[in-house]
């Protein structure tokens, strides 16, 4: 079974404060996705990452950075956390190309910016 | 960009009854629809895909249909039990990177 872990389920934070999200994975999948969850908008990719030190863009990405220095880790880096960014954080991963793969969630973290 | 639509948002029907959830899509390249569904505290998880050289697929009590014509799908759950109460996602690639996931459909079994 594919093993998508989180460092942390539920994180509380102060306004500025720099925040970092962890996820790790077991299977060797080559791509890994962060995503945040609101009510209403559902999931929305922040960043994504296809291999080692490399990563792209998704679809809301301002506020937010990542990290890739091994292909089992992947972080999310909220610079100077705002309170617009409290909200669920999914990390997720992709063995080959998205567009015909499963992708495996892990469990989410919990982010409530003060 | 690829844009997903999901319907309804909420859905309640009583135990035994069958549930409907729709999305549309407006990527005709896209190729692959998959369903998700995520239990209170965890993430989504997998429970049905369904590739564009299909129209219908089966397992057990859940089925997935897909209209290519129209750019549809949708997620079939029939003799719903307490267990599938939960919210579900559709998604559908951007013909890039990435899923783009609809909104979600909160499924509610009542008993």
């Known amino acids: 079974d594919v093993k998508v872990t989180q460092s942390s389920r539920y994180l509380v934070k102060r306004t500025g404060e720099k925040v970092f999200l962890e996820c790790v994975q077991d299977m060797d999948h080559e791509n890994m996705f962060w995503y945040r969850q609101d009510p209403g908008l559902g999931l929305r990719l922040i960043y994504f990452s296809y291999d080692v030190k490399m990563k792209e863009k998704g679809d809301i990405p301002e506020g937010y950075s990542v990290s890739r220095e091994k292909k089992e880790r992947f972080s999310l880096i909220l610079e100077s956390a705002s309170t617009n960014q409290t909200s669920m954080y999914l990390c997720?991963?992709?063995?080959?190309?998205?567009?015909?793969?499963?992708?495996?969630f892990g469990p989410g973290t919990r982010l409530l910016v003060l | 960009g690829e844009n997903v639509e999901q319907h309804p948002s909420t859905l309640s029907v009583q135990e035994g009854d069958s549930a409907v959830i729709k999305c549309t899509y407006s990527?005709?390249?896209?190729?692959?629809f998959p369903w998700y569904k995520q239990e209170l505290g965890k993430g989504p998880q997998l429970i049905i895909d369904i590739r564009s050289n299909v129209g219908e697929k089966k397992d057990q009590r859940i089925a997935v249909t897909l209209n290519k014509t129209a750019k549809h799908f949708s997620l079939h759950i029939t003799e719903t039990q307490p267990e599938d109460s939960a919210v579900y996602f559709c998604?559908?690639?951007?013909?890039?990177?990435?899923?783009?996931f609809g909104k979600g459909t909160h499924l509610i079994i009542q008993p």
């Open positions: 990527d005709s390249a896209s190729n692959y």
């Open positions: 998604a559908a690639p951007p013909g890039a990177d990435g899923l783009t």
């Open positions: 997720a991963t992709v063995a080959g190309r998205v567009g015909g793969e499963t992708q495996y």
